[in-house]
């Protein structure tokens, strides 16, 4: 099942994964991913994908209503009527941009942890699991990536990973939604089972290509052991990042939607007309059982929503999608096709030696996406042109395109969205 419309290499993936799957779908944010695409869902008989669940395990969304109101954090006692018809009274609102400041200067984007709040839970009991011991201590792998899973809890990231503060369109109530997955922990996990996927040993570098691993072998458990380890920890880091937010900006929690949307689970589906019990892997889609609740972002100059799966029982569609749906609005163009060829290091763009020319100075401009944020009405802080509204389908477009297989319940409207900055480096970002 296709939903919406695609590129032809994203197609040409997705056609690749329906043939070595039980059942596939692709949602209409899809696009190109690494060996799988972005937004695909795909089954498989007590098999896992290590490039399915992908390098950022258990990238998710985590949102919490809190008892405040949009007046209570502006300075002009602002409203959602007002906010969407003036949108520079949030970008010029003092008190919203202290807040964004506090938020900037609080939480730690990028690698390390350099913010100003240093509670993370890293006693969290997830450190003293026993999955941990499927990592050979043999020159010192588990404790070194352990230690380093204790210093990166809670560091949001950079690439499209963000804490934003969203008023909801219908009451006013403000919420806290944030997305990053498992860190460094999960990237490691990946990319050690790609080497021994295919014939090698933790600390070797294997190719990024299909690697399934049998669930029923040694180390397929062993991964799956490790997965839903690193599952645990984007859990807690999501958690303690909103809830950080939540009381910087003096409100208390009312409600929590949190979700996965890379990840694979054990599910039940009906397939060909027979219930099959299946792997389940989702890249960048959202679960959405009936009456199943999820958060889905859409960008900085975008609004975010809250949905739920439709509780049609019949919904045939629904069966199909495997129970999914988007996880966020979707590219439209590349990194380097939005903000150039640049030094993944300094942020400069690249210029060729012997003309001294710019190389690519990419589709998206400073003043575009300045312009875009000033009449959105967002306070940013940080985001490089890569991550500019230019870049992302509209929400609205892929939501519809899902048809009747979810309820939005819940639209929601960014006026402070922080992320790492432009040049912020990450070799763990999405």
């Not at 490039?51 to 209570?72: E, H, P, Q, R, S």
């Not at 589906?269 to 889905?296: C, S, Y």
């Not at 929601?412 to 969205?417: A, E, H, N, Q, W």
Request: aromatic residues 8%; contains cysteine.
């Amino acid at each position: 099942m296709i939903f919406g419309t695609h590129d032809a290499n994203t197609l040409k993936q997705f056609a690749t994964i329906q043939k070595q799957s039980v059942a596939s779908a692709l949602m209409a944010d899809g696009h190109m991913g690494y060996v799988m695409p972005v937004g695909a869902v795909a089954a498989y008989d007590n098999q896992v994908s290590v490039v399915g669940v992908g390098f950022d395990i258990a990238c998710g969304n985590c949102a919490i209503k809190t008892d405040i109101k949009l007046a209570d954090i502006s300075t002009n006692r602002l409203t959602s009527d007002i906010l969407l018809a003036n949108p520079h009274k949030a970008t010029s609102d003092p008190l919203l941009n202290t807040f964004a400041d506090k938020i900037q200067k609080s939480i730690s984007f990028g690698v390390g942890r350099t913010n100003l709040a240093n509670d993370a839970p890293t006693d969290d009991p997830l450190f003293l699991d026993e999955a941990w011991y499927h990592i050979p201590n043999t020159g010192h792998f588990r404790d070194e990536l352990r230690e380093k899973a204790r210093k990166q809890l809670g560091t949001v990231g950079s690439g499209n990973h963000y804490v934003d503060v969203f008023v909801d369109k219908a009451d006013n109530h403000i919420w806290v939604g944030v997305h990053f997955g498992s860190r460094g922990l999960g990237h490691t996990i990946a990319s050690n089972f790609l080497a021994i996927g295919q014939g090698g040993m933790w600390g070797d570098k294997g190719k990024e290509v299909e690697t399934l691993l049998d669930l029923h072998s040694p180390i397929g458990q062993e991964y799956w052991a490790l997965m839903e380890l690193a599952g645990r920890y984007a859990y807690v880091g999501r958690e303690w990042v909103a809830r950080k937010v939540v009381s910087i900006l003096g409100g208390k929690e009312l409600d929590l939607v949190h979700n996965h949307h890379n990840f694979a689970w054990k599910e039940t589906h009906v397939v060909n007309g027979k219930k099959q019990q299946l792997v389940v892997i989702r890249k960048g889609a959202t679960p959405a059982f009936p009456g199943q609740r999820g958060f889905i972002g859409g960008s900085m100059g975008d609004d975010a929503v809250i949905i739920t799966g439709s509780s049609n029982s019949s919904n045939m569609l629904q069966q199909t999608a495997l129970y999914s749906t988007v996880h966020g609005a979707g590219r439209v163009m590349s990194r380097t096709e939005a903000a150039g060829k640049r030094n993944f290091r300094t942020g400069q763009l690249l210029k060729d030696k012997v003309t001294g020319k710019i190389i690519n100075s990419g589709k998206v401009s400073p003043a575009m996406m300045s312009s875009w944020i000033k009449n959105f009405g967002t306070v940013l802080r940080g985001g490089g042109l890569d991550e500019s509204p230019h870049v992302y389908r509209r929400l609205s477009d892929v939501l519809s395109a899902q048809q009747e297989t979810i309820t939005v319940t819940n639209v929601l409207r960014p006026v402070i969205v922080v992320m790492a900055g432009a040049n912020e480096f990450d070799p763990y970002k999405d």
